[in-house]
Protein backbone atom coordinates (compact mmCIF):
# COMPACT_ATOMS: atom_id res chain seq x y z
CA UNK A 1 0.00 0.00 0.00
CA UNK A 2 1.50 3.28 -0.95
CA UNK A 3 0.72 6.29 1.02
CA UNK A 4 1.00 10.33 0.39
CA UNK A 5 0.08 11.67 4.13
CA UNK A 6 3.67 13.46 3.77
CA UNK A 7 2.97 15.00 0.88
CA UNK A 8 -0.67 16.09 1.57
CA UNK A 9 0.74 17.11 4.94
CA UNK A 10 3.27 19.34 3.63
CA UNK A 11 1.05 20.95 1.12
CA UNK A 12 -1.30 22.07 3.48
CA UNK A 13 1.79 23.53 5.73
CA UNK A 14 1.33 21.45 8.25
CA UNK A 15 3.56 19.61 10.75
CA UNK A 16 3.55 16.07 11.90
CA UNK A 17 2.65 17.75 15.68
CA UNK A 18 -0.17 20.39 13.95
CA UNK A 19 -1.55 17.03 12.11
CA UNK A 20 -1.68 15.23 15.15
CA UNK A 21 -3.82 17.94 17.13
CA UNK A 22 -5.93 18.24 14.34
CA UNK A 23 -6.72 14.31 13.75
CA UNK A 24 -6.27 13.20 17.10
CA UNK A 25 -3.92 10.85 16.13
CA UNK A 26 -0.35 10.61 17.59
CA UNK A 27 2.42 12.22 16.37
CA UNK A 28 4.53 8.63 16.43
CA UNK A 29 1.38 6.60 14.59
CA UNK A 30 1.76 9.89 11.81
CA UNK A 31 5.22 9.30 11.57
CA UNK A 32 5.48 5.13 11.52
CA UNK A 33 2.42 5.68 8.29
CA UNK A 34 4.53 8.61 6.44
CA UNK A 35 7.78 6.11 7.13
CA UNK A 36 6.29 3.35 5.75
CA UNK A 37 6.38 1.29 8.94
CA UNK A 38 2.78 1.42 9.92
CA UNK A 39 1.56 -1.15 7.55
CA UNK A 40 -1.50 -1.45 9.21
CA UNK A 41 -3.53 1.53 9.39
CA UNK A 42 -6.93 0.87 11.06
CA UNK A 43 -9.68 2.19 9.34
CA UNK A 44 -10.62 4.63 12.27
CA UNK A 45 -6.98 6.07 12.15
CA UNK A 46 -7.18 6.55 8.23
CA UNK A 47 -11.05 8.62 8.70
CA UNK A 48 -9.26 10.69 11.38
CA UNK A 49 -6.28 11.66 9.13
CA UNK A 50 -8.87 12.47 5.93
CA UNK A 51 -10.84 14.43 8.09
CA UNK A 52 -8.20 16.42 9.51
CA UNK A 53 -6.96 17.05 5.99
CA UNK A 54 -10.21 17.42 4.26
CA UNK A 55 -9.54 14.95 1.81
CA UNK A 56 -10.97 11.30 0.47
CA UNK A 57 -9.37 8.08 2.45
CA UNK A 58 -8.65 6.87 -1.29
CA UNK A 59 -5.84 10.24 -1.62
CA UNK A 60 -4.17 9.11 1.43
CA UNK A 61 -4.14 5.46 0.92
CA UNK A 62 -3.65 3.92 -2.65
CA UNK A 63 -3.04 0.29 -3.17
Known amino acids: M ?4 ATIRSAKGWSQNQLALY ?7 INAI ?7 TS ?3 ALK ?3 ALRVPVEDIFQL
Open 2 to 5: VNRL
Open 23 to 29: SRVSRST
Open 34 to 40: ENGNHLN
Open 43 to 45: VQT
Open 49 to 51: LAR
